[in-house]
């Protein structure tokens, strides 16, 4: 059993950075590929970002590359995400995830994911 708590969400202006941080429970954090999801009002919860095992591979939906920016520190058992060059469109909860599995692909759907967070509100205005 992991259990992820999420930090770090709060009101920015656009064009402001904000860090993200989940951390997870339990001595096995490097057997987990870690992933960041986001669910606007109204909307599904949709891929952001993944990172492997190691964090050597990575992997982003295409709406926030080269702004956002997933990582790891196994040691502190934390998977973080890096958001720069907020836009009001990015305004959504941020669920971090966990999916048992070490592997050189990265899941984007929610079922591949097999624990989550509470999740963290990211609020940018305009």
């Known amino acids: 059993q992991v259990q992820l708590v999420e930090s770090g969400g709060q009101l920015v202006q656009a064009g402001g950075s904000l860090r993200l941080s989940c951390v997870a429970s339990g001595r096995t954090f490097s057997s987990y590929a870690m992933g960041w999801f986001l669910q606007a009002p109204g909307k599904l919860r949709e891929f952001v970002a993944g990172?492997?095992?190691?964090?050597?591979?990575?992997d982003y939906t295409d709406s926030v590359k080269g702004r956002l920016t997933i990582y790891r520190d196994n040691a502190k058992n934390t998977v973080y995400l890096q958001m720069n060059s907020l836009k009001p469109e990015d305004t959504a909860v941020y669920y971090c995830?966990?999916?048992?599995?070490?592997?050189?692909?990265?899941?984007?759907?929610?079922?591949?994911?097999?624990?989550w967070g509470q999740g963290t509100q990211v609020t940018v205005s305009s």
């Open positions: 990172v492997n095992w190691s964090g050597n591979i990575r």
């Open positions: 995830a966990a999916r048992r599995a070490r592997e050189l692909v990265i899941k984007s759907t929610l079922g591949e994911y097999n624990y």
